[in-house]
């Protein structure tokens, strides 16, 4: 069996098992502030559930991997949805996974276009920040609370991610 997969292109029907693209290729916007301002509105579900359970906003500047990627290892949070929108237009790499009997299943990857961030919906399999290329900064929404939040799983064979050509 390979352990290779390909970044595919991030799109809102490939994406959807696995939570929102935000961007603003939405059809739910609308002007505000006297015609000033376009309000692209409700892109994604934010989730915060368990004690104490807040919506947290934080600034990440993450640093980019070499490719191909060797993902070891894959992360969810049984309590709340995780948003990444970068501050950039550069891409950077989301990799999914759908919950299987024993884990996480095969992986899926995609390379986002400018200006896309990501959701991931609650208890969704996902790798860690990822840029592509370039240290880069992103507007992270995610949940705070008490709880463990955090569950990974390491593959015992890691998967090459690659990108297209």
């Not at 069996?1 to 390909?6: D, I, V, Y």
């Not at 799109?11 to 505000?32: C, K, L, Q, S, Y």
């Not at 359970?53 to 949070?77: C, N, Q």
């Amino acid at each position: 069996m390979s352990r290779t997969l390909t970044a595919q292109k991030l799109t809102r029907a490939a994406f959807a098992p696995f939570g929102d693209v935000i961007d603003t290729d939405w059809e739910n916007h609308f002007p505000i502030n006297a015609g000033k301002c376009e309000r692209y509105h409700d892109l994604a579900r934010v989730e915060a559930e368990g004690p104490n359970a807040r919506v947290l906003i934080s600034l990440f500047r993450g640093t980019p991997y070499d490719f191909p990627l060797k993902l070891g290892m894959v992360e969810r949070h049984p309590f709340g949805s995780q948003a990444f929108v970068p501050l950039s237009p550069a891409p950077f790499l989301v990799v999914v996974c759908p919950d299987g009997p024993d884990g996480p299943g095969t992986p899926q990857a995609f390379f986002t276009l400018p200006g896309q961030g990501v959701n991931y919906r609650r208890n969704i399999w996902h790798a860690v920040l990822t840029p592509i290329g370039a240290p880069q900064d992103f507007l992270v929404v995610d949940r705070g609370g008490d709880g463990d939040n955090l569950e990974e799983h390491h593959f015992t064979d890691p998967w090459e991610v690659r990108l297209p050509d």
